[in-house]
Protein backbone atom coordinates (compact mmCIF):
# COMPACT_ATOMS: atom_id res chain seq x y z
CA UNK A 1 0.00 0.00 0.00
CA UNK A 2 1.52 3.46 -1.23
CA UNK A 3 -0.90 5.71 0.63
CA UNK A 4 -2.07 9.30 -2.01
CA UNK A 5 -0.10 12.59 -1.34
CA UNK A 6 -3.48 13.73 0.45
CA UNK A 7 -2.79 11.04 3.13
CA UNK A 8 0.86 12.02 3.49
CA UNK A 9 0.36 15.34 3.64
CA UNK A 10 -2.42 14.97 6.56
CA UNK A 11 0.43 13.11 8.17
CA UNK A 12 2.76 16.33 7.85
CA UNK A 13 0.30 18.41 9.39
CA UNK A 14 0.19 16.27 12.51
CA UNK A 15 3.85 16.64 13.12
CA UNK A 16 3.30 19.65 12.82
CA UNK A 17 0.87 19.84 15.15
CA UNK A 18 3.42 17.65 18.01
CA UNK A 19 5.92 20.39 17.40
CA UNK A 20 3.63 23.30 17.70
CA UNK A 21 2.33 21.54 21.66
CA UNK A 22 6.41 22.64 22.35
CA UNK A 23 7.94 19.00 22.66
CA UNK A 24 11.04 19.93 22.85
CA UNK A 25 13.85 17.41 21.31
CA UNK A 26 11.75 15.16 18.65
CA UNK A 27 12.23 14.67 15.32
CA UNK A 28 9.59 16.30 13.53
CA UNK A 29 11.33 17.76 10.68
CA UNK A 30 13.01 14.29 10.32
CA UNK A 31 9.99 12.57 10.35
CA UNK A 32 7.82 15.26 8.08
CA UNK A 33 11.04 14.10 5.15
CA UNK A 34 10.57 11.03 5.70
CA UNK A 35 7.18 10.89 5.08
CA UNK A 36 7.20 13.53 2.07
CA UNK A 37 10.67 10.88 0.91
CA UNK A 38 7.84 8.12 0.25
CA UNK A 39 6.19 10.50 -2.25
CA UNK A 40 8.24 10.13 -6.05
CA UNK A 41 9.60 13.56 -6.68
CA UNK A 42 7.86 13.45 -10.05
CA UNK A 43 4.28 12.66 -8.70
CA UNK A 44 5.72 15.47 -5.63
CA UNK A 45 6.84 18.00 -8.20
CA UNK A 46 3.32 17.73 -10.11
CA UNK A 47 1.08 18.20 -6.76
CA UNK A 48 3.34 21.25 -6.28
CA UNK A 49 2.92 22.71 -9.95
CA UNK A 50 -0.90 22.07 -9.40
CA UNK A 51 -1.92 22.21 -6.14
CA UNK A 52 0.71 23.99 -4.01
CA UNK A 53 1.17 23.91 -0.62
CA UNK A 54 1.27 25.84 2.32
CA UNK A 55 3.47 23.67 3.89
CA UNK A 56 7.50 25.04 3.33
CA UNK A 57 8.56 21.95 3.99
CA UNK A 58 6.93 20.60 0.61
CA UNK A 59 9.22 23.16 -1.21
CA UNK A 60 12.16 22.37 1.00
CA UNK A 61 11.96 18.65 0.12
CA UNK A 62 11.61 19.02 -3.41
CA UNK A 63 14.66 21.43 -3.35
CA UNK A 64 16.83 19.11 -1.53
CA UNK A 65 15.94 16.10 -4.08
CA UNK A 66 16.38 17.79 -6.62
CA UNK A 67 19.73 19.37 -5.72
CA UNK A 68 20.65 15.37 -5.72
CA UNK A 69 19.05 14.26 -9.40
CA UNK A 70 21.11 13.80 -12.28
CA UNK A 71 18.97 14.44 -14.96
CA UNK A 72 16.29 17.14 -13.87
CA UNK A 73 15.31 17.77 -17.59
CA UNK A 74 12.06 16.76 -17.99
CA UNK A 75 10.70 17.96 -14.60
CA UNK A 76 12.58 21.29 -15.69
CA UNK A 77 10.13 21.60 -18.83
CA UNK A 78 7.16 21.09 -16.57
CA UNK A 79 8.44 23.07 -14.31
CA UNK A 80 9.43 26.05 -16.40
CA UNK A 81 6.19 26.00 -18.42
CA UNK A 82 3.93 26.26 -15.64
CA UNK A 83 6.31 29.13 -14.36
CA UNK A 84 5.16 30.94 -17.55
CA UNK A 85 1.33 30.60 -17.29
CA UNK A 86 1.12 31.46 -12.76
CA UNK A 87 0.30 34.49 -11.42
CA UNK A 88 2.91 36.05 -9.00
CA UNK A 89 2.71 34.02 -6.13
CA UNK A 90 2.80 30.81 -7.59
CA UNK A 91 5.88 32.18 -9.73
CA UNK A 92 7.27 32.66 -6.42
CA UNK A 93 7.45 28.68 -5.49
CA UNK A 94 8.30 27.76 -8.57
CA UNK A 95 11.32 29.77 -9.13
CA UNK A 96 12.90 28.30 -5.97
CA UNK A 97 12.40 24.67 -8.05
CA UNK A 98 13.80 25.68 -10.84
CA UNK A 99 16.85 27.94 -9.61
CA UNK A 100 18.09 24.14 -7.97
CA UNK A 101 18.06 22.93 -10.94
CA UNK A 102 19.69 25.76 -13.17
CA UNK A 103 23.24 24.72 -12.47
CA UNK A 104 23.09 21.11 -14.08
CA UNK A 105 21.24 21.85 -17.26
CA UNK A 106 22.59 22.87 -20.49
CA UNK A 107 23.44 25.75 -21.78
CA UNK A 108 20.09 26.28 -23.58
CA UNK A 109 17.67 25.72 -20.95
CA UNK A 110 20.14 27.97 -18.41
CA UNK A 111 19.92 30.79 -21.70
CA UNK A 112 16.15 30.08 -21.39
CA UNK A 113 15.61 30.46 -18.41
CA UNK A 114 17.85 33.44 -17.57
CA UNK A 115 16.23 35.01 -20.35
CA UNK A 116 12.61 34.55 -19.18
CA UNK A 117 13.48 36.20 -16.22
CA UNK A 118 15.30 39.33 -18.07
CA UNK A 119 12.30 39.82 -19.51
CA UNK A 120 10.38 40.37 -16.30
CA UNK A 121 8.33 43.21 -14.94
CA UNK A 122 10.22 42.51 -12.08
CA UNK A 123 13.46 44.00 -11.45
CA UNK A 124 14.06 41.86 -8.80
CA UNK A 125 13.40 38.72 -11.22
CA UNK A 126 16.41 40.62 -13.51
CA UNK A 127 18.32 40.83 -10.39
CA UNK A 128 17.60 36.93 -9.98
CA UNK A 129 18.58 36.16 -13.41
CA UNK A 130 22.01 38.57 -12.82
CA UNK A 131 23.22 36.58 -9.62
CA UNK A 132 22.48 33.51 -11.93
CA UNK A 133 24.33 34.69 -15.09
CA UNK A 134 27.50 34.54 -12.94
CA UNK A 135 27.79 30.99 -12.36
CA UNK A 136 26.73 30.18 -15.82
CA UNK A 137 28.29 33.16 -17.60
CA UNK A 138 28.81 32.83 -21.57
CA UNK A 139 29.30 35.66 -24.48
CA UNK A 140 24.78 35.14 -24.65
CA UNK A 141 24.09 35.81 -21.39
CA UNK A 142 26.62 39.06 -21.39
CA UNK A 143 24.81 40.06 -24.24
CA UNK A 144 21.52 39.30 -22.62
CA UNK A 145 22.47 41.02 -19.57
CA UNK A 146 23.83 44.29 -21.20
CA UNK A 147 20.67 44.76 -23.04
CA UNK A 148 18.55 44.47 -19.91
CA UNK A 149 20.51 46.91 -18.27
CA UNK A 150 19.98 48.97 -21.29
CA UNK A 151 16.20 49.07 -20.16
CA UNK A 152 16.12 48.94 -16.70
CA UNK A 153 19.34 50.69 -15.91
CA UNK A 154 19.51 48.83 -12.83
CA UNK A 155 23.23 48.90 -11.35
CA UNK A 156 23.40 45.44 -10.47
CA UNK A 157 22.94 43.98 -13.98
CA UNK A 158 25.87 46.06 -15.34
CA UNK A 159 27.97 44.95 -12.08
CA UNK A 160 27.93 41.15 -12.95
CA UNK A 161 29.00 41.56 -16.32
CA UNK A 162 31.84 44.08 -15.52
CA UNK A 163 32.66 41.41 -12.95
CA UNK A 164 32.44 38.66 -15.05
CA UNK A 165 34.38 39.84 -18.43
CA UNK A 166 37.93 40.04 -18.56
CA UNK A 167 40.19 42.52 -18.08
CA UNK A 168 40.23 44.32 -21.11
CA UNK A 169 36.60 44.11 -21.73
CA UNK A 170 36.03 45.39 -18.13
CA UNK A 171 38.23 48.39 -18.72
CA UNK A 172 36.45 49.33 -22.18
CA UNK A 173 33.06 48.82 -20.70
CA UNK A 174 33.64 50.88 -17.78
CA UNK A 175 34.97 54.00 -20.06
CA UNK A 176 31.42 53.11 -22.11
CA UNK A 177 29.54 53.70 -18.58
CA UNK A 178 31.37 55.46 -16.27
CA UNK A 179 30.35 59.26 -17.87
CA UNK A 180 28.88 60.95 -15.48
CA UNK A 181 26.61 60.31 -12.14
CA UNK A 182 26.89 56.37 -11.63
CA UNK A 183 25.78 54.39 -8.15
CA UNK A 184 28.85 54.45 -5.75
CA UNK A 185 28.10 50.47 -5.38
CA UNK A 186 28.27 50.35 -9.23
CA UNK A 187 31.46 52.30 -8.38
CA UNK A 188 33.08 50.24 -6.24
CA UNK A 189 32.79 47.27 -8.94
CA UNK A 190 34.57 49.96 -11.15
CA UNK A 191 37.65 50.21 -9.38
CA UNK A 192 37.77 46.43 -8.27
CA UNK A 193 38.29 46.04 -12.04
CA UNK A 194 40.65 49.23 -12.53
CA UNK A 195 43.15 47.99 -9.74
CA UNK A 196 46.37 47.90 -11.47
CA UNK A 197 45.99 49.19 -14.68
CA UNK A 198 48.37 51.92 -16.14
CA UNK A 199 48.12 55.84 -15.67
CA UNK A 200 47.32 56.21 -19.43
CA UNK A 201 44.62 53.57 -19.39
CA UNK A 202 42.94 55.53 -15.98
CA UNK A 203 43.03 58.52 -17.57
CA UNK A 204 39.25 58.75 -18.29
CA UNK A 205 38.79 58.56 -14.56
CA UNK A 206 40.63 61.78 -13.98
CA UNK A 207 37.50 63.83 -15.47
CA UNK A 208 34.61 61.92 -14.26
CA UNK A 209 35.79 61.39 -10.80
CA UNK A 210 39.03 62.90 -9.81
CA UNK A 211 38.75 61.68 -6.02
CA UNK A 212 38.63 58.08 -6.89
CA UNK A 213 41.08 58.49 -9.62
CA UNK A 214 43.70 59.26 -6.98
CA UNK A 215 42.47 56.57 -5.16
CA UNK A 216 43.38 54.24 -7.95
CA UNK A 217 46.65 55.85 -8.41
CA UNK A 218 48.18 54.07 -5.81
CA UNK A 219 48.17 50.78 -7.52
CA UNK A 220 48.84 51.76 -10.61
CA UNK A 221 51.50 51.06 -12.93
CA UNK A 222 53.30 54.19 -14.37
CA UNK A 223 53.43 57.73 -12.41
CA UNK A 224 51.73 60.62 -12.77
CA UNK A 225 53.56 64.23 -12.97
CA UNK A 226 53.45 66.71 -9.63
CA UNK A 227 51.76 68.98 -11.88
CA UNK A 228 49.39 67.21 -13.32
CA UNK A 229 48.27 65.61 -9.45
CA UNK A 230 47.85 69.08 -8.52
CA UNK A 231 45.59 70.27 -10.93
CA UNK A 232 43.59 67.19 -10.39
CA UNK A 233 43.70 67.45 -6.64
CA UNK A 234 42.00 70.95 -6.95
CA UNK A 235 39.48 70.14 -9.19
CA UNK A 236 37.65 68.10 -6.55
CA UNK A 237 35.11 69.21 -4.03
CA UNK A 238 36.58 70.70 -0.86
CA UNK A 239 35.01 68.75 1.43
CA UNK A 240 36.63 65.51 0.35
CA UNK A 241 39.98 66.93 -0.69
CA UNK A 242 41.47 65.02 3.23
CA UNK A 243 40.44 61.65 1.47
CA UNK A 244 41.86 62.35 -1.50
CA UNK A 245 45.34 63.71 0.37
CA UNK A 246 45.36 60.06 1.96
CA UNK A 247 45.97 58.13 -1.18
CA UNK A 248 48.39 61.34 -2.40
CA UNK A 249 50.39 60.32 1.04
CA UNK A 250 50.56 56.53 -0.32
CA UNK A 251 52.11 58.13 -3.47
CA UNK A 252 54.80 59.82 -1.53
CA UNK A 253 53.99 63.35 -2.79
CA UNK A 254 54.96 65.20 0.16
CA UNK A 255 55.73 68.76 -1.15
CA UNK A 256 51.38 68.72 -1.64
CA UNK A 257 50.80 66.72 1.95
CA UNK A 258 53.07 69.43 3.63
CA UNK A 259 51.30 72.12 1.57
CA UNK A 260 47.73 71.42 2.30
CA UNK A 261 48.35 70.53 6.28
CA UNK A 262 50.05 73.73 6.28
CA UNK A 263 46.76 75.08 5.30
CA UNK A 264 44.83 73.03 7.58
CA UNK A 265 46.74 73.83 11.14
CA UNK A 266 46.96 77.68 9.98
CA UNK A 267 42.85 77.40 9.84
CA UNK A 268 41.50 74.31 11.34
CA UNK A 269 37.90 75.51 10.85
CA UNK A 270 38.19 76.80 7.56
CA UNK A 271 40.56 74.52 5.52
CA UNK A 272 38.06 71.61 4.23
CA UNK A 273 35.09 73.26 5.17
CA UNK A 274 31.86 70.52 5.38
CA UNK A 275 34.25 67.17 5.82
CA UNK A 276 32.92 64.47 7.99
CA UNK A 277 35.38 61.85 8.61
CA UNK A 278 32.89 59.12 9.64
CA UNK A 279 33.26 57.00 6.49
CA UNK A 280 37.57 57.28 7.22
CA UNK A 281 38.87 54.01 7.98
CA UNK A 282 41.27 55.23 10.32
Request: net charge negative.
Amino acid sequence: MTGSIAEKLQRVEELYEVEMEDYIGLPTGLLRHAVLNSVPLTELVRFFIEEGSHFKVVSANICKRLSQEKDTQKIYHRVFEALKESTYLKRQRLRQLLEVMIPGLDEFRQLEYITHLLSSNYIYEQITAAELAEKVWSKDIQSLLLNAYYRSRHYKLLAVVILSVDDDQALELIREYWTGRVPKALIVKFLVRLKGRSVEELDFVRTVDPANYIALLRHASGTISDEKLLECYYTIEVKTRPFALWSIGHLGRWNLIEKETGNFLNDPTGTFPGFSDHLFEK
